[in-house]
């Protein structure tokens, strides 16, 4: 699986949007974007992925770049309670290949009252 | 509720023993993962079973092994444990290979 570049931390302002970058410059044509999130000491928690369109759920909205070389997960309107570290992990989905999830130091966001 | 079922919750045990940590995957699903995640340290990838074979290993010591039963969950079996040893162990189900995790709420192992 390609390897991410995320950064080590970032802080927010309760209510407004969430950016948070990551870099996936090896990825291949068949490797999707995953971002998942761990609420301290909680299980991760999905959160979205995608393979080239942009992609919109309930909790964020993922940005993926045309050359698909990175990627930003978006927030829209941040809570105190998605203080969280993000994860941004690239592998092989949809049966094609038995990679597990492997999850880097991601980026520890803190949302600011 | 995630639907993953991990038990128990927490446990303390001395150095050397052996104990088994027991997951319920989500209904319907085949593939059972297995992390350690030791106190600020990443998610460590440890096993994956699915539908009761063996499927991928990353950092699984000799002293850890698991098996998938024909229900579908899963145990994790610790032992000759080592104080460093003491990390949250998290159990993740999907419906197969590929597909992305929903994660239980771990077990706290600490090993005193």
């Known amino acids: 699986d390609a390897k991410t570049t995320q950064p080590t931390s970032m802080d927010c302002a309760e209510g407004r949007a969430a950016n948070l970058p990551c870099n996936h410059s090896t990825i291949s044509g068949n490797e999707y974007v995953y971002w998942y999130r761990q609420i301290h000491s909680q299980g991760p928690q999905y959160i979205i992925h995608?393979?080239?369109n942009n992609e919109t759920n309930e909790m964020a909205s993922l940005i993926i770049t045309e050359d698909r070389k990175s990627s930003t997960l978006i927030l829209p309107h941040a809570t105190l309670r998605d203080t969280a570290v993000y994860y941004c992990i690239v592998r092989l989905a949809g049966g094609s290949g038995n990679t597990p999830l492997v999850f880097g130091k991601g980026t520890r966001l803190s949302v600011i009252a | 509720d995630s639907g993953v079922t991990q038990t128990p919750k927490h446990l303390i045990t001395a150095t050397g023993q052996r104990v088994t940590l027991r997951c319920s995957p989500r209904s319907g699903d085949l593939s059972v993962y297995w992390y350690q995640q030791s106190l600020d340290q990443g998610l460590q990838f440890l096993i994956q079973y699915y539908n009761g074979e063996e499927r991928a290993k990353g950092n699984i010591l000799e002293r850890f092994s698991a098996q998938q039963f024909p229900d579908l969950h899963s145990e994790l079996n610790l032992s000759s444990l080592e104080l460093g040893d003491s990390a949250l162990y998290f159990c993740a189900s999907s419906p197969g290979t590929g597909y992305g995790y929903t994660f239980g709420s771990g077990t706290r192992l600490t090993v005193v």
């Open positions: 995608g393979l080239k």
